[in-house]
């Protein structure tokens, strides 16, 4: 079983920044997410094995950066230049497409139990 822990959510105002850590057992692709109450689950940045491989969704993309410490067992995701529109509950989740970057939902295995990000206008 992968065990995922995230960290370093919080309250924050627009235009500022948080990093979020995922604590992982094992070097898998990883993926990030986010979900607002009445929302569905919806991507937003995922990298391979190595992190050589990333992929963003527009709406973060060129604001938030996703990153892998393989020695350290920990992934994050820089996020900058945060909007209002970011709150969220931020999930990371592994899969074992080692290679791939996977976008979907449906593509990862094993998820954190979520860190709430919230930004004030």
């Known amino acids: 079983q992968v065990q995922l822990v995230e960290s370093g959510g919080g309250l924050v105002q627009a235009g500022g920044s948080l990093r979020l850590s995922c604590a992982t057992s094992e070097h898998y692709a990883m993926g990030w997410f986010r979900q607002a109450p009445g929302k569905e689950r919806e991507f937003v940045a995922a990298t391979n094995w190595n992190g050589a491989i990333r992929y963003y969704a527009d709406s973060v993309k060129g604001r938030f950066t996703i990153s892998k410490d393989n020695p350290r067992n920990t992934g994050y995701l820089q996020m900058d230049s945060l909007l209002p529109e970011d709150t969220a509950g931020y999930y990371c989740?592994?899969?074992?497409?080692?290679?791939?970057?996977?976008?979907?939902?449906?593509?990862?295995?094993?998820w954190g139990q979520g860190t709430q990000v919230t930004v004030s206008s």
């Open positions: 989740a592994a899969s074992p497409l080692r290679l791939e970057a996977p976008r979907g939902v449906q593509e990862y295995d094993y």
